[in-house]
Nanobody, 119 residues
Framework: QVQLVESGGGSVQAGGSLRLSCAAS?????MAWFRQAPGKEREGVAT???????TYADSVKGRFTISKDNNKNTLYLEMSSLKPEDTAMYYC????????????????WGKGTLVTISS
C-alpha cells in the first residue's frame, strides 16, 4: 500500500499562484493530480512518471506544472494564472505500473486538498 498525503491548498485571488505537494510513503512509477469541483465529475489534471515524462489536461496547459522529487517521493503541482474555475478539491493519485495517463485508472488516492480561487 502507498499512502499519499496532499498539502498546500488554500484560497487565492484570480491570477495568483499556488503550489500543491503530495508526500508518498514510497517510490511509485506514476503519479498524478486530479480535481473535483463542486457538483462536477472528477477530472484529470496532470501526470508524471519516474522518468519525468508528463501529460496535462488541455484546461491547465501552460498554467500548471507537475514535477516530482524522486529522492523525497514528493509530487508537486505549481499552479499559476489561477482562475475561479480552478476551484476544486485536488487529489494526488498514483499507480505502480502500466500506462501513466489521465485516462488510465489510478490505484492509490490521497484525501485531497482544497483550492479556492476568488474573482
Amino acid at each position: 500500500q502507498v499512502q499519499l498525503v496532499e498539502s498546500g491548498g488554500g484560497s487565492v485571488q484570480a491570477g495568483g499562484s499556488l503550489r500543491l505537494s503530495c508526500a508518498a510513503s514510497g517510490d511509485i512509477y506514476c503519479m498524478a493530480w486530479f480535481r473535483q469541483a463542486p457538483g462536477k465529475e472528477r477530472e484529470g489534471v496532470a501526470t508524471i512518471n519516474t522518468y519525468g515524462a508528463t501529460t496535462y489536461a488541455d484546461s491547465v496547459k501552460g498554467r500548471f506544472t507537475i514535477s516530482k522529487d524522486n529522492n523525497k517521493n514528493t509530487l508537486y503541482l505549481e499552479m499559476s494564472s489561477l482562475k475561479p474555475e480552478d476551484t476544486a478539491m485536488y487529489y494526488c493519485a498514483a499507480r505502480a505500473g502500466g500506462i501513466c495517463l489521465l485516462t488510465h485508472a489510478m490505484t492509490y488516492w490521497g484525501k485531497g486538498t482544497l483550492v479556492t480561487i476568488s474573482s
